[in-house]
């Protein structure tokens, strides 16, 4: 089921989400400030390749002050952006029945990509 969904996934929109991402982290790469939210944009952008079947989880040393302060950073220059984004797709596909396992993978895409830092896929 989860391979069926994944090629669901990227036929419809996953790919071209996936795509964004990896453009988004590799031009956050190019300068050295942006390399720690770039490598977060990697990881969002694996997520939402295929999303099924994978969750997120909080790393056992992802609670340390330094992830905060980039989690903090990460929520005021676009993270909330990009987390009410999928909020928002989520609640739109949750309105049909068929859309309803997309709108959880929204769901899932929000959570990390509202707090990032210490989390892996």
Same mark, same amino acid.
């Given at each position: 089921?989860?391979?069926?969904?994944?090629? +669901?996934?990227?036929?419809?929109?996953?790919?071209?989400?996936?795509?964004?991402?990896?453009?988004?982290?590799? &031009? +956050? *790469?190019?300068?050295?400030?942006?390399?720690?939210? @770039?490598?977060?944009?990697? #990881?969002?952008?694996?997520? &939402? !390749?295929?999303?099924?079947?994978?969750?997120?989880?909080?790393?056992?040393?992802? $609670? @340390? *002050?330094?992830? &905060?302060?980039?989690?903090?950073?990460?929520?005021?220059?676009?993270?909330?952006?990009?987390? !009410? $984004?999928? !909020?928002?797709? @989520?609640?739109? +596909?949750?309105? $049909?029945?068929? @859309?309803?396992?997309?709108?959880?993978?929204?769901? #899932? !895409?929000?959570?990390?990509?509202?707090?990032?830092?210490? #989390?892996?896929?």
């Amino acid at each position: 089921m989860n391979c069926l969904g994944n090629l +669901l996934w990227i036929i419809f929109g996953g790919l071209a989400v996936a795509v964004e991402y990896f453009i988004a982290g590799i &031009s +956050l *790469c190019l300068t050295i400030i942006g390399i720690p939210f @770039g490598v977060q944009m990697f #990881k969002l952008g694996l997520l &939402s !390749l295929v999303p099924f079947g994978q969750r997120a989880v909080t790393r056992p040393n992802g $609670t @340390g *002050c330094i992830y &905060s302060i980039f989690n903090i950073l990460w929520m005021f220059t676009g993270g909330l952006v990009i987390a !009410l $984004t999928h !909020l928002f797709f @989520g609640l739109v +596909l949750c309105v $049909t029945i068929i @859309g309803i396992p997309f709108g959880l993978q929204h769901f #899932k !895409l929000m959570q990390l990509a509202f707090w990032p830092f210490g #989390k892996d896929v």
